[in-house]
C-alpha cells in the first residue's frame, strides 16, 4: 500500500456550475490541480521506482528530520552544512509545486495533493456545532508553501514571556530578535536600513507583496479615520496599529522555506531527502537505567515497505502542531490512559496533545465590492495572466487580501498600572480581510478567492486565547487522522468570545464610512442563517456569528510546549528535548508556550534556526553562524 496520501476531488459550492463564469472557473482550477497533481504523481512513482531497485535502504545518519515543513527545511539546511555530518529529511508529501509560487494561486494549490483535509470534532461553542474544516500540509516547505505569506514576528511581551515561562533567557525578546535577523533577507531598502529591526543577512526574503488592491486602500483609510495608526512595519517594536504587512515574498513570487533553505542545500552529498515517506514511529532503545534514547524512525517509504532510519545523535520531529504530537503518542510518549485504550506501551508519562492553542475568528461578518472597486471578470483575468508573466505583477501578485492587518487592543483586560492585563503594546486582538467571490447567481464556488474577489471578510482573530484544545490519536486508525479538538470559546469568563465581538462591533461601525468608499455591508441572512431571527449587530447576534461561522487561522501551536524541567504541562524542555528520553527533540509550532500576537509562520522558522544552534552546539559542531 502507498503512502501517499490522496484525498478525493474536493467539491465547489453549489449553483458554481449553473453560469458560463462559474464553468470556467471550474475548469481553470481544475486544469491547475490536474497539472500538480499529474507532476506530484510522477514524483510519487520515481519514488516507489526507487525503493524497489533498493535504492532506499535502512540507514544510519546523524540526525535524522521528520518533516520538511517550515521548520523541518530550516533544520535539514542548517545541521548538514558540516560536511561532516549526515542528515536525512523524511517528508509524507512531494516536492512544493512551482505553482505555489504564485500568491494568488493559495486557494487552487490547495486543492491538490498537498494536504489533508481534517475535520475538527464537534463542540457546540464553535464552528457551528458541526466541527472545522482544518487543512494540513504535506509537501516540501509545509504552511510557508501554503499560507497566506504573512510574515509578523509578534510583540515583544510574547517572547519575554517565553523566556519567563521556560526559565530561558535565550528566549527572551533581544536574543529573539537576533534571531529574526538571522532568517531575515529583508528587500526592502528603506526599512532595512533600522537595524535595530532587520538586516540583509539571512537566507527568508522579506518585503512587501508587489501589488495592493484598491479596497484594502480602502480599508487602511477608514482605520486611519478611525484614529487607528498607522505603521510602515509591525514587525517593529509597537506592534499596535494598521499596516502592509511584510510578506515572505520575493520579485512577486512566495518564497517559502523550501526555496530560501532547502533547496539551495539540495546538492549536498551529506543531505537526502526522501519524500512520500510516512513516520510511524520513532524506534527507542532502553541501556541498563538509563532514559530511553531516540535512535531512529520507523517509516513506510513510496512503495508501501516499511523502513527504519537509524540516527546517531539526534531525531527530531518537526510534523507540526497536530502531527507532532501523533507521532510522540504512537511511540509510547504520552498520557497512560490514551495510550493503555489503544494498547501502546507506555514509555514516558507526558501531556502530548494537550493545551492546543489557535487564533479563531468568524467569517460571517463581510463587504460587498462593486466595480470600479472591485472587478472580476475574465477578460480582466486575461490581462492579469499576462501581466504576471511579463513582471511578476499585477493582482496575482497578491492573495486573499491578507497584505492589509490592524493589531488593536480591545481594553477587555487594562494593562497595567490600572489593571491586571499583559503590557499596553501587546495587542489582543488582530483584523484580517480575507476575500471571497459571489457569482451573479448567489453561488460561491469557493470558501475564499485569492484572485479578484467582490467580498471582503471582517474577521477579528482572538490573539491571546484563554481556551485550550488537544490533539489525541484516532482510536480507531491510531496511524490515521488524529482527533483534533480546536476548543474554541470555551474559557470559563468568555474572554475569547468577547474579544470577537468587540472585533465585530468594529465593522458594524464602520458601514456608514465604507458605504461611501464601495465597500456596503453584506446584510444576507446566508452568511449567517441560524443567527438570521436575532436584531443585526446586536451582542446578541455576533456572538451567535462567532460561534456559527468560526473559522481557523492554521496557527495551531502548543500542543507539545516546552518549559521548565518541573512544568507538569511541558512536554520539551527549553532547549527543545522531549522530557525523560534521551535524543529526541521536537521543533516546530507545537513547542510553543503561547502563541504569538499575530501569524505564526516567521515564529516558527525562527524556532528552527535557535534549534538548530542548540543541536549543533550540544554535539560539538560548527553552527555556521
Not at 177 to 191: F, S, T
Not at 565 to 585: N, Y
Request: charged share 20%; net charge negative.
Amino acid at each position: 500500500m502507498s503512502s501517499f496520501t490522496v484525498h478525493p476531488a474536493l467539491p465547489y459550492g453549489a449553483g458554481c456550475a449553473d453560469s458560463s463564469f462559474g464553468a470556467t472557473y471550474i475548469t481553470f482550477v481544475n486544469v491547475l490541480t490536474s497539472v500538480i497533481n499529474a507532476r506530484l504523481d510522477r514524483e510519487h512513482q520515481r519514488r516507489v521506482q526507487e525503493a524497489r531497485n533498493g535504492h532506499q535502504k535502512d540507514e544510519e545518519v546523524d540526525f535524522v528530520v521528520v518533516g520538511g515543513g517550515s521548520a523541518g527545511c530550516v533544520l535539514a539546511a542548517r545541521l548538514s552544512q558540516d560536511p561532516g555530518v549526515k542528515v536525512l529529511l523524511l517528508e509524507r508529501g512531494g516536492t512544493e509545486p512551482v505553482q505555489a509560487r504564485v500568491p494568488a494561486y493559495l486557494g487552487y494549490v490547495l486543492r491538490a495533493n498537498v494536504a489533508e483535509y481534517l475535520k475538527s470534532r464537534p463542540d457546540p461553542h464553535s464552528c457551528n456545532g458541526t466541527g472545522c474544516a482544518l487543512t494540513v500540509p504535506y509537501v516540501l516547505g509545509g504552511g510557508s508553501s501554503l499560507n497566506g505569506m504573512m510574515f509578523i514576528r509578534g510583540s515583544s511581551v510574547d517572547f519575554d514571556q517565553w523566556a519567563e515561562v521556560t526559565g530561558d533567557e535565550g528566549w527572551n525578546s533581544t536574543n529573539v530578535l537576533a534571531l529574526y535577523k538571522r532568517v531575515e533577507d529583508n528587500q526592502d531598502a528603506a526599512i532595512s536600513m533600522d537595524e535595530e529591526y532587520h538586516s540583509r543577512a539571512g537566507p527568508q526574503p522579506v518585503g512587501w507583496m508587489a501589488y495592493r488592491h484598491p479596497s484594502l486602500q480602502v480599508l487602511a483609510e477608514a482605520m486611519e479615520a478611525a484614529g487607528v495608526p498607522f505603521r510602515l512595519d509591525v514587525n517593529g517594536e509597537s506592534q499596535l496599529g494598521h499596516s502592509f504587512v511584510q510578506t515572505s515574498t520575493k520579485g512577486g513570487e512566495r518564497w517559502s522555506t523550501y526555496r530560501s533553505y532547502l533547496q539551495p542545500a539540495l546538492g549536498r552529498p551529506n543531505l537526502r531527502v526522501e519524500t512520500f515517506a510516512k513516520a510511524k514511529r520513532v524506534v527507542f532503545e532502553q541501556r541498563d537505567k538509563a532514559a530511553p534514547r531516540a535512535v531512529g524512525v520507523e517509516y513506510t517509504d513510496a512503495a508501501g515497505q516499511v523502513r527504519v532510519a537509524r540516527a546517531k545523535r539526534e531525531v527530531v520531529l518537526s510534523a507540526g502542531a497536530i502531527h507532532s504530537p501523533q507521532l510522540l503518542l504512537l511511540s509510547g510518549i504520552g498520557q497512560a490512559d490514551q495510550l493503555q485504550e489503544l494498547n501502546v506501551t507506555q514509555l514516558v508519562e507526558l501531556p502530548v496533545g494537550e493545551g492546543l492553542q489557535d487564533h479563531p475568528r468568524p467569517t460571517g461578518l463581510e463587504f460587498a465590492c462593486g466595480p470600479p472597486l472591485c472587478v472580476v471578470d475574465w477578460v480582466s483575468r486575461r490581462r492579469d495572466l499576462a501581466q504576471y508573466r511579463r513582471a511578476r505583477d499585477g493582482p496575482l501578485a497578491e492573495a486573499l487580501g491578507l497584505q492589509y492587518s490592524a493589531f488593536l487592543r480591545t481594553e477587555l483586560q487594562p494593562a497595567p498600572p490600572n489593571g491586571t492585563g499583559p503590557p499596553a503594546k501587546q495587542p489582543d486582538l488582530q483584523l484580517l480581510f480575507p476575500a471571497t467571490l459571489e457569482l451573479d447567481n448567489g453561488a460561491r464556488c469557493l470558501d475564499s478567492e485569492p484572485w479578484r474577489w467582490n467580498r471582503i471578510q471582517w474577521a477579528p482573530a482572538v490573539l491571546h486565547p484563554r481556551s485550550r484544545g488537544r490533539v489525541s490519536l484516532n482510536a480507531s486508525d491510531p496511524e490515521g487522522p488524529p482527533v483534533v479538538e480546536l476548543g474554541y470559546f470555551t474559557d470559563q469568563d468568555g474572554h475569547d468570545l468577547a474579544v470577537v465581538v468587540e472585533g465585530l462591533k468594529m465593522g458594524v461601525a464602520q458601514q456608514d464610512r465604507l458605504a461611501e468608499h464601495g465597500l456596503k455591508l453584506n446584510k444576507d441572512p446566508r452568511l449567517s442563517p441560524t443567527c438570521s431571527q436575532l436584531e443585526f449587530g446586536s451582542d446578541e447576534h455576533l456572538r451567535c456569528v462567532a460561534r456559527t461561522t468560526t473559522y481557523t487561522l492554521w496557527h495551531w501551536t502548543s500542543t507539545c510546549r516546552m518549559g521548565r524541567e518541573a512544568d507538569p504541562a511541558a512536554v520539551v524542555d527549553p532547549k527543545l528535548r522531549v522530557k525523560g528520553v534521551q535524543g529526541l527533540r521536537v521543533v516546530d509550532a507545537s513547542v510553543m508556550p503561547y502563541v504569538t500576537s499575530g501569524n505564526t509562520n516567521a515564529p516558527t522558522i525562527m524556532v528552527a534556526e535557535r534549534a538548530a544552534t542548540l543541536i549543533l552546539s550540544d554535539h560539538g559542531l560548527p553552527r555556521g553562524d
